[in-house]
Nanobody, 118 residues
Framework: QVQLVESGGGLVQPGGSLRLSCAASGFTFSSYVMSWYRQAPGKQRELVAAITTGGTRNYADSVKGRFSISRDNAKSTVYLQMNSLKPEDTAVYYC????????????WGQGTQVTVSS
């Protein structure tokens, strides 16, 4: 059974930091491109960051220089380190896994809420 379980969300003040984790199981983690998406109320879900099987990273312009994605294949976990958080980063953050060999094969986590507010 495939599972993606996000954790680490919460309430943080502007300028603060959070680290999100996404623990995967039920598939070959190292063969999947891992991504973080977010969805704010009334807005479409958007890509935040992605990391390929080879470790190449890319980021949305809005988070470059503030967020960092990483993966630990031994632990089947992907992380999102979020620094210098802004109120506009408030959203539900989702983890996504997409097969590097069959792009139509993908899985989503249930999401974790991040709220940036004073």
């Amino acid at each position: 059974q495939v599972q993606l379980v996000e954790s680490g969300g919460g309430l943080v003040q502007p300028g603060g930091s959070l680290r999100l984790s996404c623990a995967a199981s039920g598939f070959t983690f190292s063969s999947y491109v891992m991504s973080w998406y977010r969805q704010a109320p009334g807005k479409q879900r958007e890509l935040v960051a992605a990391i390929t099987t080879g470790g190449t990273r890319n980021y949305a312009d809005s988070v470059k220089g503030r967020f960092s994605i990483s993966r630990d294949n031994a632990k089947s976990t992907v992380y999102l380190q979020m620094n210098s958080l802004k109120p506009e980063d408030t959203a539900v953050y989702y983890c996504k896994a997409r097969s590097a060999f069959l792009s139509s094969q993908m899985y989503w986590g249930q999401g974790t809420q991040v709220t940036v507010s004073s």
